[in-house]
């Protein structure tokens, strides 16, 4: 299955989080979505927020001052 | 009868939290919403300052509703808030904060919110007291009119010293069962923490929002000022809560980080202002907003010069870029503490 990258780099907290709010809502479930960030804030905040809406986080991967998170939509 | 759903209003302090967990215990599905106006403190400057990364950072309104067990919807109303901010029917507080009309404005939202989603009413943390502009006995009336949610709009905290709403009415959630809290004390608002558990929550009441700040709606004035217009964008906004700013000459001012973590941020800036930085000593990024002439870059210079490491030196070579054509050195001996003028520092 392809995975859809997000550019959230740049932008701060809560700015990650809806950008990804908003590009999971366009998705199916199943579907991987890659996000990259650059707010430290997002380590915890993403998964914060795929927790409660029944999504997974992959992984979270630092690359320099990167964050890249992969998250698979959930069914709900 | 099928369950009944509300949406509630999360900021992320205790009352909202207080306010919600009331109306779960009651057996109704609660889902949270947040609004991102741009102007909110939450997670903004910790995130920018290097000082500030080693501490724990989390949106208090995802953590929140994390420890309710619910849903939470953040709706970026950056651009539908301008409205708000430059144009409130009922004013501004102490700054440029328009507490009033900012209320009215999220209670709407979260009725279309609540229509589009087909649920079926609208809880705030508001307290009748608690806030000397948008929660006194004379304006919770105004929110629920003003917003559309009318009688739709139910107050857990306070909602025995106001008029029963249609919620109680019709018997989806029982009043006796809701509170009576008024007034500034955050004492009954502890005692409830305590009796749900909750040991870990954000300081409660005030200091959410950047316009109740007399620094930052002083930097917001003089960007109007400047531009002969009040308006923003988004950047604006941001760069207002970053930096040293100073403005030498009516038709410029300067953004000077202050530490690491806020160079970094300006470097994100750097392709669309005229940037300055040392380049014989260690210092700080300089953005310069607005127009500038050969003998401003110069004054400029100077004065970031101020704020390097050389600014005892005799003279500091200084990186002019002007985005548009190639950086050049210029070398200044940086500005004397008594020449950067008092009223030029916002």
Same mark, same amino acid.
């Given at each position: 299955m392809s995975e859809t990258e997000l550019d959230a780099r740049n932008l701060l907290c809560p700015l990650p989080v809806i950008r990804t709010q908003d590009r999971v809502a366009q998705l199916a479930a199943g579907e991987v979505l890659s996000v990259h960030c650059t707010d430290p804030g997002a380590r915890v905040d993403i998964p914060t927020w795929c927790r409660i809406n029944g999504h997974e986080v992959l992984g979270i991967e630092q690359q320099g001052r990167e964050l890249i998170i992969r998250i698979q939509v959930g069914t709900d | 009868m099928s369950q009944r759903k509300a949406v509630a209003l999360v900021s992320g302090g205790l009352d909202s939290m207080l306010a919600a967990r009331v109306i779960q215990e009651q057996g109704v599905h609660v889902e949270g919403i947040n609004f991102f106006t741009g102007f909110c403190v939450e997670g903004h400057t910790h995130a920018i300052r290097k000082k500030d990364r080693a501490k724990p950072k989390r949106n208090n309104a995802l953590w929140v509703a994390e420890q309710l067990g619910m849903k939470l919807h953040i709706i970026d109303v950056i651009e539908e808030y301008k409205s708000v901010v430059l144009n409130p029917k009922h004013g501004y507080g102490a700054n440029l904060n328009p507490c009033l009309d900012c209320k009215v404005f999220m209670v709407s939202k979260a009725v279309e919110w609540a229509q589009a989603n087909d649920f079926d009413f609208i809880i705030t943390g508001e307290v009748i007291g608690q806030r000397p502009m948008s929660q006194r006995k004379q304006t919770l009336p105004i929110v629920a009119q003003e917003s559309g949610a009318e009688d739709l709009l !139910?107050?857990? !905290?306070?909602a025995r010293n106001l008029p029963e709403t249609r919620p109680e009415r019709e018997g989806w959630v029982d009043r006796e069962r809701l509170h009576d809290f008024s007034g500034r004390s955050r004492k009954p608002q502890f005692a409830l923490a305590k009796r749900f558990g909750f040991t870990d929550y954000a300081q409660p009441a005030g200091g959410c929002c950047f316009l109740t700040d007399a620094q930052y709606a002083v930097k917001l004035s003089d960007l109007w000022q400047a531009r002969g217009s009040r308006q923003y964008e988004i950047d604006d906004i941001m760069l207002l809560k970053v930096g040293r700013h100073i403005r030498p000459r009516p038709h410029f001012k300067l953004i000077i980080g202050r530490e690491e973590g806020e160079n970094q941020f300006l470097e994100g800036y750097r392709k669309q202002f005229i940037h300055l930085r040392a380049l014989s000593h260690k210092g700080p990024l300089a953005l310069l907003d607005g127009v500038a002439n050969d003998e401003d870059l110069a004054l400029a210079a100077r004065i970031v010069a101020r704020y390097s490491q050389g600014r005892d030196a005799p003279s500091v070579t200084m990186e002019i870029n002007r985005v548009a054509t190639p950086p050049y050195a210029l070398e200044v001996p940086p500005c004397r503490s008594e020449e950067i003028e008092q009223g030029w520092v916002l």
């Open positions: - | !139910l107050r857990p !905290l306070c």
